[in-house]
């Protein structure tokens, strides 16, 4: 009996469970880039496919999650109606009130990332700094790229959480010029 069991872990696993465990593991959302980076031999049509597939097999399962698109990739994340175990657990979101300021910066970043510090510096006519620094607390604004020899500065994008807390699937959904016109 102890063979068999060495034979079954020698077995390589399914490509959907070796999906799901890169997904697991959680860190940045995952896309299909990244998996075909990760899983030699791995298309896009085969990663869309899998997650799909277990998507449908967690939903005939009644599990309490799903594997969830966003802008910057796949993410596993807790059902709607399961919400609530988390806050439980956790607590609810506190409300936390953002300046017309910080709001300001934050909708710069928004609609230009990557930006810099300087580019944002810029457009406002003051240091911004500190205000970054309370986006990047928040999780509304992250650093997505560091400081190299070519560039001086860090360039910062938005997060998942900035798309979740505006209810938004993705930056393209980010109201355009012609949109706030009509208002």
């Known amino acids: 009996m102890p063979h068999e069991t060495q034979e079954l872990d020698a077995a390589p696993p399914p490509l959907a469970r070796i999906v799901e465990a890169l997904l697991f593991v959680g860190g940045a959302p995952l896309t299909a880039a990244r998996a075909c980076e990760t899983i030699h031999g791995l298309t896009e049509v085969q990663f869309t496919e899998a997650v799909a597939a277990l998507n449908t097999e967690y939903r005939g399962q009644g599990r309490p999650y799903l594997i969830q698109a966003q802008a910057q990739g796949n993410v596993m994340a807790l059902r709607p109606r399961f919400k609530p175990v988390l806050e439980k657990m956790y607590g609810g979101p506190r409300a936390a009130r953002l300046s017309p300021a910080i709001i300001d910066v934050l909708a710069l970043v928004a609609y230009r990332q990557p930006a810099t510090r300087q580019e944002i510096d810029t457009l406002r006519g003051h240091d911004c700094g500190s205000m970054l620094r309370q986006l990047v ?34 930056l393209d959904d980010l109201p355009q010029t012609q949109d706030l016109q009509r208002l």
Do not use: N
């Not at 607390?137 to 020899?149: E, K, P, S, T, W």
């Open 137 to 170: 607390r928040r999780g509304l604004v992250a650093v997505v790229h560091r400081a190299d020899a070519d560039r001086r500065e860090v360039t910062y994008g938005t997060t998942a959480r900035f798309l979740e807390l505006f209810k938004l699937r993705s």
